[in-house]
């Protein structure tokens, strides 16, 4: 029988039902977290990965408000940054998702890998907003549906890929946090059922009008969903994708520039200001490291234009 989850507290920092060397532990991943903050976490995943085979098998229980709690494997190099209390995962999805507490939206978290975001839009702090977490890992789906039922089944869950077409399509990768359909056949993995953004209107999973932030983590074949979403990005939608750090022509971002009628937006961190772009180069100036990944955001919608507006100029009044 698995032990109970290590419960620990972002808020108030209680780690509970941790023995001495998981307490540990703890002390170690909070320090390498805080250390390696000042290059990007680099080498972190690593080295949490090697102390997690000195520590027994049990999910921590990671309380991220007073609504939502967030299990993993305890030392997973991935998440074990959240035990640092001043860690902010995805800082700029995070900005969006708070200003937006009083809009109508649903989440389609593709490449959900545990759920984060969607355990995260669906707690009352962040307005208990509908969520679909969509994940094709065989590895990855049961712990994303163990967080959909440790937060009371409040978002759903389906196993597949997103890509341009409906289909099945081969998964691969040595790494939770970056298994892809876009790998060749020789690659090995599993075989996974694939689904273009718009079946989920012709399923009836979503309606075809409505608002909608779709956030495509589906490692490198970001173009072929934005292929297969075309009606649902005539709606009210805002697509976040993210850029790789080392893919220096910005072939994401340069797809939703040049071929969409998207509006390309990146969050500047000099100004701290969602900006729309028109010119790829303050992605070099922005992409400062080469191993980690960099959200963009893509909208044809004035309303969510108009409410990233008004989220700067509050962040401009709160700066001044």
Known sequence: MAQAPIQFDRASGALEGANLWERTAALALVTGSK??????????????????????????????????????????????????????????????????????YTL?????????????????????????????????????????????NRFETMKCAIGAARGTARLSGTKHEAFSIAGAPADGGEEVPVLALDNLIDDGKVPASGKYLIKLD?????????????????????????????????????YILEQTPMKLIVLDPRTNRLETVTELSILDRIK?????????????????????????????????
Request: charged fraction near 20%; hydrophobic fraction near 35%.
């Open 35 to 104: 250390i390696s903050s000042h290059f990007s976490h680099m080498g972190y995943i690593a080295c949490a990965n090697l102390l997690r085979k000195t520590l027994p098998e049990r999910n921590i229980a990671i309380k991220l408000n007073p609504d939502a709690v967030f299990e993993f494997p305890y030392g997973d190099g991935y998440w074990s940054k959240l035990l640092n209390r001043s860690y902010c995962y995805e800082d700029e999805l995070e900005l969006l998702f708070s200003d937006s507490i009083d809009v109508d």
């Open 108 to 152: 389609l978290d593709c490449g959900a890998n545990y759920g984060y975001w969607s355990v995260l839009v669906s707690s009352k702090p962040f307005g208990s907003h509908k969520s679909i977490a969509i994940e094709p890992s065989g590895q990855n789906y049961p712990k994303l549906a163990n967080n959909a039922r440790v937060n009371g």
């Open 218 to 254: 589906v490692e490198g074949v970001e173009i072929e969903a934005i292929k297969g979403g075309a009606r649902l990005l005539e709606t009210d939608s805002v697509i976040i994708c993210e850029e790789h750090g080392s893919d220096r022509s910005h072939a994401v971002s340069r």
């Open 288 to 320: 400062v490291s080469t191993h980690v990944g960099y959200n963009v955001f893509g909208t044809a919608s004035a309303f969510w234009q108009d409410r990233i507006n008004a989220l700067n100029a509050k962040t401009a009044r709160r700066m001044q």
